[in-house]
C-alpha cells in the first residue's frame, strides 16, 4: 500500500509538471501568447488549491481508498484527454480538471498514514511518499523533455495518461480497508470551528506555506536561473536540476528512517518532528543565499546541498501534521493546510518574476526566498505548539454554551 502511494504521487508530480515541460512546443503550435501561456500554467492551481477544503471533508466523510481512487482516475483520464486538445479554453478546461483530481491526494495520503501506521513508523512512511514527490519532477524532465523533443508533445500526454491509469487496478486490490466493528475513536469528526481554533493548525498551515514557496520558486525559476544567471546549456541544466530533485528524495528517504529510529530510541516526538521541520528550513535558507552569491561551481554544490535540506524538511512536515489532527481529523486539517500552502504557487513565481524584472539579477529574488524560508522555520518552532493529538473530546466541550428552548444549558452541536 505504501509503494501505490508513493507511486501515485511521482505520476501525480509528473502530471502536474508535464504542461510545463511542454510549454515551448505548445506555444508555438497554437500560437499562445506569454500571457496566454501563463494563465493555462497556472490554471492548475485554481481547482487544486480552492479544492483542498472539499477534499478534506470528503476523505474524513466517506472511505478514503475510494476517494483517492477517483481523484486519480480523474487527473490521469484529464491528463490524457489532453493531448487531443486544441483550442486554449479546453485546455484550461482540461488542466482545471488535473488540479480537481490532484486535489485529494495530500488529504488522503494524511488520513492513511495517521489511522493505519503507528507513530513509530510515520517517518518513515512519509519519507517514502516524498521520495515520489522528488523523483517525479526528476523523471518528468529527465525523460519527458527527451521524449517530447522527439515524438511531440500530443503522444507523450495521451500515452503518459494512458499508462497512468494501470495504477487502479493494483490500488483497488490493495487500498485500506475498514474492518466492520472496529472504528479508531468513539468521537465523531471534529468541526471545521475546532480545526481553526488550534494554534498548531495555523503553524502548520505557515509553516507549508514558506516551505511551499521555496518549493514553487525551485520548480518554476530554477531553470531559467541556471540558464540565464550560471550560463548552463539546456542539457546540464536538465540535469543538474534532476539531480537536485533526486537528492530531495534521498535525503527525504534518510531523516524519515533516522527520526523513526530517535523516536523509538525515546526521544520526544516534538523534539524530533520540530528539528527536521525548524532546523531543515533554517539551514535551507543559509545555502540558498550560498547558491546565489557562489562562484559557478560552488553555487551548484550549494543547490544541491540546498536540496538535501528541503529533503530532510518534508520527511517530518506531513507526519507532524497526522500526529497533531489524528484519525479524527486528519482529512480535513490536512485539506485546510494544503489550501494556505498551495497559495504561494500563486505568489512564488508572480513575486520572483516582478523582482527579476525590476533588478535584471536572482539574487533579490533568492534572498526573499531565503527570508521566507527562515520565518517557516519559526513557525514550526513557535507557532506548532507540542507534536501530540489534539484532544477532540475536550475541544468539544470548550464551546460556548447554547440556551436551549426551556431555558437549560446546553452546548453546541459541531457542524
Known amino acids: 500500500m505504501l509503494v501505490l502511494l508513493a507511486l501515485s504521487l511521482f505520476i501525480n508530480y509528473i502530471d502536474r509538471g508535464n504542461l510545463s515541460i511542454a510549454a515551448p512546443l505548445l506555444k508555438h503550435e ?8 501563463g494563465i493555462l500554467l497556472s490554471s492548475f492551481f485554481w481547482t487544486y488549491a480552492l479544492l483542498q477544503m472539499a477534499s478534506g471533508w470528503l476523505v474524513d466523510r466517506f472511505d478514503v481508498g475510494w476517494v483517492i481512487a477517483g481523484g486519480y482516475f480523474l487527473w490521469s483520464a484529464a491528463t490524457s484527454i489532453t493531448g487531443i486538445l486544441h483550442g486554449f479554453a479546453a485546455l484550461i478546461a482540461v488542466r482545471l480538471a488535473v488540479g480537481a483530481g490532484e486535489s485529494v491526494a495530500f488529504p488522503s495520503y494524511c488520513k492513511i498514514l495517521a489511522r493505519h501506521f503507528p507513530e513509530a513508523k510515520r517517518g ?3 519519507a517514502m511518499i516524498m521520495v515520489g514527490f522528488g523523483c517525479g519532477p526528476a523523471v518528468g524532465a529527465l525523460l519527458g523533455g527527451t521524449l517530447m523533443a522527439r515524438f511531440g508533445w500530443r503522444p507523450f500526454f495521451i500515452l503518459l495518461g494512458v499508462i497512468s491509469l494501470l495504477w487502479l487496478p493494483p490500488w483497488l486490490r490493495w487500498r485500506p480497508r475498514e474492518v466492520p466493528g472496529v472504528t479508531t475513536s468513539l468521537l465523531p469528526a471534529p468541526s471545521v470551528s475546532q480545526v481553526l481554533r488550534q494554534r498548531s493548525f495555523w503553524g ?6 514558506c516551505g511551499n514557496y521555496v518549493l514553487y520558486f525551485l520548480l518554476t525559476w530554477l531553470p531559467s536561473y541556471l540558464v540565464q544567471e550560471r550560463h548552463l546549456s539546456l542539457q546540464r541544466m536538465g540535469w543538474t536540476a534532476g539531480v537536485a530533485y533526486l537528492l530531495t528524495a534521498i535525503a527525504a528517504m534518510v531523516a524519515g528512517l533516522i527520526s523513526d529510529r530517535q523516536i523509538v ?22 545555502f540558498l543565499i550560498g547558491c546565489v552569491v557562489a562562484g559557478p561551481r560552488v553555487s551548484v554544490v550549494m543547490l544541491m546541498l540546498a536540496s538535501i535540506a528541503y529533503g530532510a524538511y518534508t520527511s517530518n512536515l506531513w507526519a507532524t501534521t497526522q500526529t497533531l489532527a489524528g484519525p479524527q481529523a486528519a482529512g480535513r486539517w490536512t485539506g485546510f493546510q494544503n489550501f494556505v500552502g ?3 504557487g500563486i505568489l512564488a513565481p508572480a513575486i520572483t518574476g516582478f523582482v527579476v524584472d525590476r533588478t535584471g539579477h536572482f539574487f533579490a529574488a533568492f534572498a526573499i526566498t531565503a527570508v521566507v524560508a527562515v520565518l517557516g522555520s519559526l513557525s514550526w518552532v513557535f507557532a506548532v505548539g507540542r507534536v501530540e493529538e489534539v484532544n477532540w473530546g475536550n475541544a468539544a466541550l470548550a464551546q460556548p454554551m447554547l440556551a436551549s428552548a426551556d431555558g437549560s444549558a446546553q452546548r453546541g452541536e459541531s457542524l
Do not use: D, E, W
Not at 204 to 209: D, I, R
Not at 273 to 286: D, P, S
Open 342 to 344: 498551495n497559495l504561494s
Open 204 to 209: 502548520t498551515c505557515a509553516g507549508l506555506f
Open 30 to 37: 497554437l500560437g499562445l501568447t506569454a500571457t496566454q501561456l
Open 265 to 286: 530510541a525515546g526521544q520526544t516526538l516534538t523534539r524530533v518532528r520540530k528539528t527536521f521541520t525548524a532546523a531543515g528550513m533554517a539551514v535551507l535558507a543559509v
Open 124 to 126: 518513515y512512511a512519509n
